[in-house]
């Protein structure tokens, strides 16, 4: 059986660990014993009256008055801090949904001012210049208009540029 670390004791609520045999003769010569040879605590207030309490215990009523102004006075200041707080949250708020409402209208004004790009008008011929035989001829047969197959891409362009005929 190992006999270290052993715990030896002053009272039944004070102790120390002892690591050796030489560390446990240091702690019995100043005092410690065995767990079953301790005494009880010994409680210093049992059996005293009121006028037996040490005064430097308790606070003077003074001190205890200064006290609570103190905590008084520091629960004010909070409310105050408190308050401001509030009324600059408010004012924050109401300073983004202002901007907010001048982003939108600045958004409007840009977007009224932008320069818009020039539509082309519907009635205008399309640009028939690069096309090719073949799409010319899609074009006219889409169209309805009758061709030779031997016309050449001027002939045709002609015949997709010309004013329409209508009977009178």
């Known amino acids: 059986m190992q006999e270290y670390p052993?715990?030896?004791?002053?009272?039944?609520?004070?102790?120390?660990?002892?690591k050796n045999a030489e560390h446990e003769?240091?702690?019995?010569?100043?005092?410690f014993v065995d767990y079953s040879e301790a005494p009880e605590p010994i409680n210093e207030n049992i059996g005293q009256t009121e006028s037996q309490v040490n005064d430097v215990d308790l606070i003077p009523v003074e001190q205890f008055d200064a006290l609570g102004e103190k905590l008084a006075e520091k629960e004010q200041q909070l409310?105050?801090?408190v308050s401001e707080r509030d009324k600059l949250k408010a004012e924050n708020d109401d300073l983004k949904a202002?901007?907010?409402?001048?982003?939108?209208?600045?958004d409007k004004?840009?977007?009224?001012?932008?320069?818009?790009?020039?539509?082309?008008p519907q009635d205008a011929a399309p640009d028939y210049s690069k096309l090719t035989a073949k799409e010319l001829r899609e074009i006219l047969d889409a169209k309805g208009f009758k061709y030779l197959q031997r016309d050449n891409v001027d002939t045709l362009r002609a015949?997709?540029?010309?004013?329409?005929?209508?009977?009178e």
């Open 159 to 167: 015949l997709l540029t010309q004013p329409v005929k209508t009977e």
């Open 6 to 18: 052993k715990a030896l004791y002053i009272d039944k609520k004070k102790s120390s660990i002892a």
């Open 79 to 81: 409310n105050v801090v």
């Open 98 to 106: 202002q901007l907010k409402k001048e982003q939108e209208l600045v």
């Open 109 to 120: 004004l840009e977007a009224a001012t932008a320069p818009k790009q020039p539509e082309k």
């Open 25 to 31: 003769k240091k702690l019995r010569e100043i005092g």
